[in-house]
């Protein structure tokens, strides 16, 4: 019988490197923040063998019925508890029930299936919303970058579910075509998914260059390298393939309509998804808001957020994060003052 093999030393050597992770330690910082603003974990499974991860406010832990539910869903390049921590407590307090979960391929949600749409994702969040025991009835629902675009189809597919609609820097109305007239900082999908999910310390700088107004001017290598492994080496490749699908062949005359009130929040800096994108998305929904609802109400607002980036949700949350989830409560109707809106 041969002798066993000798103990590998890379699992010394990973935990070391866990314990030494400063992405790791910001990560379970944030973890304890949603533990410590009352909320609780759960994993639901759906029929198609995908399982949502999802983080449920203090109201659903004791049984009792939220005031407002709201549904918050990340970006590309985060998790729900990466995304939303710095917004809890302040939308606790405003009487919101925060609902969190992690998109499909992203934290701990997951799926055999093979379909990577914008549109799939959308009728997971929403099956694993109404699987709850004690699940709101209709939520509002603010999806930042390409959880705008999960929010988008929620919004049209689960109509009696979605209450109110915030869609912060979402590119919803791109066309594949966009990319060849030079409005995005790359020219093909495969760049923005090495853009996207860098594996590179080059990669990422460039990155945080295009996303931050002002970028930190300095980034250690050994710190980029962490982050690269601890947040960005997960399924890669059903992420790149959620890009594909999000871009290819994308067509604005095939985007469909919804009728919920809509607020959109754009940074004028935004270079992910340029500013332009925000106006087109603007008129494209209006046009369809303004013939659908009363005009006793504002169907749509627009707010654009000066000398902001495509990460303000993230590190600044007192310019775009929090104003938008508090604005749901207030139904729209009072804006703060940094920012310039244009009520149509």
Known sequence: MPAPPPPSAAAPSRRWQNRLSPTLARDRCYTRSFRSAGLRQAAVPLPDGAVVHLWLPPTVATGANPLHPILLLHGFGATATWQWAPFLRPLLAAGLAPYVPDLIFFGASSSPA?????????????AAIAALPSAPQRYAVVGVSYGGFVAYHLAHAFPAAVERLVLVAAGVCLEETDM????????????????????????????VGLTFCRPPRFMPSCFIRDYIRVM?????????????????????SDLPKISQQTLIIWGDKDRVFPLELGQRLKRFVYL????????????????IMEECDKEVCLVEPEKGGLFATAAIARKYTDFNSGLRFGLI
């Open 232 to 252: 960005c080496t997960e399924n890669v490749k059903e992420k790149t393939e959620l890009l594909y699908a999000l871009i290819n062949g994308r067509k604005l």
């Open 180 to 207: 060849a007239a030079g409005l995005f900082a790359v020219e093909e999908i495969g760049e923005a998914a090495s853009l996207l999910l860098p594996q590179r310390p080059e990669d990422l700088r460039r990155l």
């Open 114 to 126: 093979a379909d990577r749409s914008p549109a799939y994702q959308a009728t997971c969040i929403a």
């Open 288 to 303: 369809h808001l303004s013939s659908c609802l009363s005009p006793y109400h504002n169907p749509l607002s627009f707010g």
